[in-house]
């Protein structure tokens, strides 16, 4: 079918076909609605790509105090890190890629149940691209978000076809995002992570499925555009086609990120820059997507509880006397406006600045 001849959004969003429909299309250029600016292009990010990589941090000992220093000062200059010896088994993660495979991989009439808004209720929800309804050219990218409220809505609400994989791969997680946080917040002299935080740190957690259909013009289009995540902290479990960008710390180049198996890619949200005051950093990054090979992530967003009032920690500022650099604000109303637009750099932590 010519791509004239009908509407890409309509058969994209509305009727889910997903960029995964495109995909099987057997195109020979993408559609105009996926034609990135110039700037946005792989190869404005070609001609600037660092030589820098981000810190690859062995957390085989936890309680080694050289751990916490690599953490805590990748999460000040980078934003960003890997980590190995986490003590995920490695088939874990193969079966939870494996998995996101398998779903995506349903006819489209069986994935369109979960076809669900950013924002709308519902603990598991298929999108495409980031924004559809605001963006003005969309991102190469589907995507299944499951959100994580209880092990009991879990199992009764998440597609049958891949939550076992997905479960066992967040509750193995989950003790690792705590070390981090524990690792962090003693990095700032303060307490260390306890369920006192968890409202403010860990209450409302996604694991997405990330699927980048191979793409005719990689070059044209982005997978995910230029933004830095809105969560806390987000978990990144890579496959072995790459395509990971990081903004270097000079503000202008590009870091790649290669994929090293069985390593998570960790990296500091919006949120944990404005409870840090700034101390820690949320990057920018984006995906570029494969010519030839069809890319999968999991993402794990790890967020306040949604009416949590999140601003610069007062313990924090009473103990170095500092201003706070941003404004009270609840969760939900950042979440809002981070999904309000397309992906635009750091627009959204800017927008909470005093």
């Not at 960003?80 to 398998?102: T, Y």
């Not at 500091?268 to 494969?290: A, C, F, M, T, W």
């Not at 090979?293 to 601003?311: G, L, M, Y």
């Not at 313990?315 to 637009?341: A, H, M, N």
Request: charged fraction near 25%; charge should be negative; hydrophobic fraction near 40%.
């Amino acid at each position: 079918m010519p791509l004239e001849s009908f509407d890409v959004v309509d058969y994209v969003v509305n009727k889910g076909h997903g960029v995964k429909g495109l995909a099987a299309m057997g195109l020979t250029t993408v559609p105009r609605n996926y034609v990135q600016p110039f700037e946005e292009r792989l190869e404005a990010t070609k001609d600037n790509v660092s030589d820098e990589s981000i810190p690859v941090v062995d957390v085989s000992n936890w309680d080694d105090p050289a751990v916490a220093d690599s953490i805590c000062e990748a999460s000040r200059k980078y934003g960003f890190f890997q980590i190995i010896n986490h003590g995920i088994p490695v088939e874990v993660l193969d079966e939870v890629q494996a998995a996101a495979h398998r779903f995506f991989e349903m006819p489209a009439a069986e994935k369109v149940k979960f076809k669900r808004d950013p924002t709308a209720p519902g603990t598991a929800k298929l999108g495409t691209s980031f924004s559809p309804s605001k963006e003005k050219v969309m991102e190469w990218k589907d995507y299944l978000s499951l959100q994580y409220f209880s092990e009991e809505t879990a199992a009764a609400d998440w597609p049958p076809i891949c939550k076992n994989e997905a479960l066992e791969y967040f509750k193995r997680a989950q003790v690792i995002i705590r070390r981090i946080y524990d690792v962090l917040l003693k990095g700032l002299n303060l307490k260390g992570f306890d369920k006192s935080k968890e409202s403010l740190l860990m209450s409302w957690i996604a694991v997405n499925f990330n699927y980048y259909p191979s793409c005719p013009n990689p070059e044209l289009t982005v997978g995910v555009g230029r933004h830095s995540d809105g969560s806390a902290l987000t978990v990144l479990l890579q496959d072995d086609v790459g395509g990971l960008f990081v903004r270097a710390p000079d503000g202008e180049s590009w870091i790649h990120v290669p994929p090293t198996r069985g390593a998570l890619v960790i990296n500091i949200g919006d949120i944990l820059q404005l409870l840090s005051n700034g101390r820690y950093k949320s990057i920018e990054h984006k995906v570029v997507p494969n010519l030839r090979k069809t890319r999968v992530s999991i993402a794990i967003f790890v967020n306040p509880a949604a009416h949590q009032v999140v601003a610069p920690l007062p313990e924090l500022l009473e103990s170095t006397g500092e201003k706070p650099l941003y404004r009270e604000i609840v969760f939900l109303d950042y979440f809002k406006y981070f999904f309000s637009k397309g992906h635009d750099g750091k627009a959204t932590i800017d927008w909470a600045k005093i």
